[in-house]
């Protein structure tokens, strides 16, 4: 029996109907707080600050939504292709792993803040999400040595 592939490749990107997943959850959020029994300026500040979360929030969702291909070896290095650029990263934190939707933060460089990488269900072969969600449950290799920049 042979043992497991040194490289995984996969697509990275939202679902169609999870790009406007945060907007949705938003616009719940709002109705949920008109419709609180409390009075008009605390509603008011909380929809304020619901407001600014969003727009702090989306960008980094935009940011990990956005299509490419991410090859992950065993290691815990990566090779991310996006928008046609190619960058070498590290597999650094924890990643979120459900049966829909994985979350990969990756490190690019020493000193660099980490980006997430959304990887869904349904824009991968069954098999190859299946060995991702294996792989980031079981951890790697990665996690016992120095991180990029340490």
Known sequence: ????????LVNTGAAGWLIHAPLMLAVVAGLGLLTAPTSTVAKLAA???????????????????????????????????????????????????????????????AGAAMMPCMVCAS???????????????LGSEHRARPRVGE
């Open 47 to 109: 929809l304020a600050a619901l407001t600014a979360g969003y727009r702090i929030c989306s960008n980094g969702w935009r940011r990990a939504a956005h299509p490419g291909r991410l090859q992950l070896f065993r290691d815990g290095w990566a090779i991310l292709e996006q928008a046609g650029k190619e960058q070498h990263a590290e597999a650094a934190g924890s990643p979120w792993v459900t049966p829909w939707i994985c979350v990969i933060p990756l490190k690019t460089a």
């Open 123 to 137: 824009g991968n072969r069954p098999e190859d999400f299946r060995r991702l969600r294996v792989l980031l449950r």
């Open 1 to 8: 029996m042979d043992g497991p592939p040194e490289t995984l």
